[in-house]
């Protein structure tokens, strides 16, 4: 029981850092396509 609230937690971590990365990476993303309209 406890090792299945354990894992719960650890698989939500990791899917808040991995909805983190993407929000990054998207933000990035948007950035470097207005540069590129800009030139």
């Known amino acids: ?3 299945r609230m354990h ?3 650890n698989s ?3 899917f808040a ?3 983190y990365i993407m929000r ?3 933000t990035l993303y948007r950035r ?3 540069l590129i309209q800009l030139v």
């Open 17 to 19: 850092i991995k909805f």
């Open 32 to 34: 470097y396509l207005s």
């Open 7 to 9: 894992f719960s937690v």
């Open 24 to 26: 990054r990476i998207s």
């Open 12 to 14: 939500r971590k990791q």
């Open 1 to 3: 029981m406890l090792r």
